[in-house]
């Protein structure tokens, strides 16, 4: 059995993901390899510290559904079948990341997707729906097989770790403890996401490539 991870992460909180599903995968005895996707432009791609400003024009590239030329860390995976197919999608704006759009959008996806099962992983602040939509849709398009998809939201209600994600993208990495008179949670995957994704790598449908194709 094996299981295929495609992600792409700018604050390490889908990598995070990716740990928590292979780790679960893993333990059902399924052998899981990652795919990262990546900018194949080093200019285009965001850094921090990212001004305000930066994250919005990210945002509205998403929401318009822009792609960009991408690379990914392991393009020989391409070649092998897989009994399942992880897509990770983190959130811009209430839609997938550019990055993740631009796969989506690949030849790469769609050869890969074709006639296999796949589950959507979306990291998020609380409003996951329209992006989990969205990346079935295309992933289906490519005829792939839904079997499973939820999003996984940061610490703190939408609000605060909005706040909270927008400060520490524009200050390299540095949690605050409060905006004003708002108290700010930890930045990242709230301890309950980090379980409820344990949960459910832990019920994804599993069958072999020869059961399934």
């Known amino acids: 059995m094996q ?3 495609v992600y792409y992460s700018f604050t390490d909180q889908a990598r995070i993901a990716v740990d928590i599903v292979s780790e679960t995968l893993r333990q059902r005895g399924v052998k899981s ?3 990262r996707i ?3 432009d080093p200019s285009q791609r965001p850094t921090r510290p990212l001004p305000f400003s930066e994250q919005v024009k990210l945002g509205d590239m998403a929401q318009r559904r822009q792609t960009v030329p991408i690379v990914l860390d392991a393009p020989e995976r391409l070649q092998s079948r897989y009994d399942l197919i992880v897509l990770f999608s983190n959130t811009w704006k209430f839609h997938p990341s550019v990055p993740v759009q631009s796969f989506l959008a690949s030849p790469e996806a769609s050869a890969l997707l074709r006639d296999t099962p796949f589950a959507v992983v979306v990291v998020c602040r609380g409003f996951w729906r329209r992006n989990l939509r969205l990346v079935r849709e295309q992933a289906e398009a490519h005829g792939g097989r839904f079997v499973g998809g939820e999003g996984f939201g940061f610490a703190g209600g939408w609000l605060s770790s ?3 994600s927008i400060r520490y993208v524009a200050r390299k990495g540095v949690a605050e403890r409060r905006w004003g008179l708002i108290r700010l949670p930890p930045f990242g995957l709230s301890p309950y996401a980090k379980t409820a ?3 459910f790598a ?3 449908p ?3 490539a020869g059961e399934t194709k």
């Open 206 to 208: 599993l069958a072999s």
């Open 33 to 35: 390899e990652t795919l």
């Open 197 to 199: 994704l344990r949960a």
């Open 162 to 164: 909005t706040i909270q």
């Open 3 to 5: 299981a295929l991870l």
């Open 202 to 204: 832990d019920r994804l």
């Open 38 to 40: 990546d900018y194949k």
